[in-house]
């Protein structure tokens, strides 16, 4: 199966807060996760948004078994572009056939 489906790279970008002496203190950690499979979601204005001229694109990501890192509040950035990870994905560890076995949603609001 793994043979039909190619993913494609994508970044995965991590922040950390920490507090140095009562001062917040920002680090970011970038990863490129290779294979995941993209797909992309329905395209939708924002009519119920505060902003009336946002669209809002969402994409349904698949990542390979084997990657169980956290993205809790991550950002994941796919063919340049940088969208925001939606909720707390987590592996499928039982009954898993395929070559992916997490599912994670992001999305992405311009305007």
């Not at 796919?78 to 949603?105: F, K, L, Y």
């Amino acid at each position: 199966m793994r043979g039909l489906l190619r993913g494609q790279g994508v970044e995965v970008v991590r922040v950390t807060v920490s507090y140095v002496d009562g001062e917040r203190v920002e680090s970011t950690e970038r990863e490129t996760v290779d294979g995941v499979l993209v797909c992309p979601g329905a395209t939708a204005d924002s009519a119920a948004n505060a902003r009336p001229d946002a669209d809002r694109v969402a994409y349904t990501l698949a990542f390979p078994k084997g990657y169980d890192k956290p993205l809790r509040n991550c950002r994941i950035i796919i063919n340049g572009r940088e969208c925001r990870v939606m909720g707390d994905p987590q592996p499928c560890r039982e009954n898993c056939p395929t070559a992916w076995w997490m599912s994670v949603e992001v999305e992405r609001v311009d305007g």
